[in-house]
């Protein structure tokens, strides 16, 4: 069992939370997490490259010069891959990386990566992050009277709220997610994660529904 401290958007403590990571997580199978963030990397390759064949490449096809005689090796086109200027001998075209592991495992995958954080002590729970208005500031101001503003960091809200979004979209190394977007990938990039009373509760509610 781990006793999270609770902060205001002051940074003062206002209570803890009691969560049991392994109610997230049974245990963390590292190699299900390898599998599942290498996946995430592979979707994310774009995968529009393109070299030319030899058919491809502009030249004559004509033999460049007699087949004996000249003391050199055999040579016919110039457009031949071993030549300088000719086409690329194993052609590279357009492919997908795409590929898609058990939606099951990617869902444990998740809850594993959430219980990696907590076990860690790389997790900062806040009470709530409304806003009102969309104001970078804001945002910047509670990371840094938490502790947080220095390397990279996940706010993770219970519900789509875009004023957070808004106000944090600009600020290096910070990404904002609701529970319901998030993945292994997302979760284990950052350095820590920020997530609120209402999104930890979310998170534990869906983790015991599974």
Do not use: C, W
Request: positive net charge.
């Amino acid at each position: 069992m781990a006793t999270l401290t609770v902060y205001d958007k002051s940074g003062s403590e206002v209570g803890s939370y009691d969560v049991d990571p392994a109610s997230i997580a049974a245990n963390i199978n590292k190699q299900l997490l390898h599998d599942v963030v290498i996946m995430y990397q592979a979707n994310d390759r774009q995968g529009s490259f393109g070299t030319k064949s030899r058919g491809m490449v502009q030249g004559s096809g004509r033999k460049m010069y007699r087949q004996k005689g000249t003391g050199n090796a055999r040579a016919g086109s110039r457009r031949s891959g071993v030549r300088r200027g000719g086409g690329h001998i194993h052609k590279k075209q357009d492919r997908s990386f795409y590929y898609r592991l058990p939606a099951k495992a990617i869902r444990a995958a998740t809850r594993m990566a959430i219980a990696s954080k907590i076990q860690d002590e790389q997790i900062t729970v806040i009470d709530e992050l409304a806003m009102d208005a969309p104001k970078t500031q804001d945002v910047i101001g509670v990371l840094k009277s938490l502790g947080i503003d220095n390397g990279t960091t996940l706010i993770t809200t219970d519900q789509l709220d875009r004023n957070v979004y808004k106000s944090a979209r600009n600020i290096s190394g910070v990404t904002v997610s609701p529970v319901s977007d998030l993945n292994a990938l997302s979760v284990l990039s950052p350095d820590r994660l920020l997530v609120t009373k209402a999104a930890l509760d979310a998170i534990v509610e869906n983790a015991s529904a599974s």
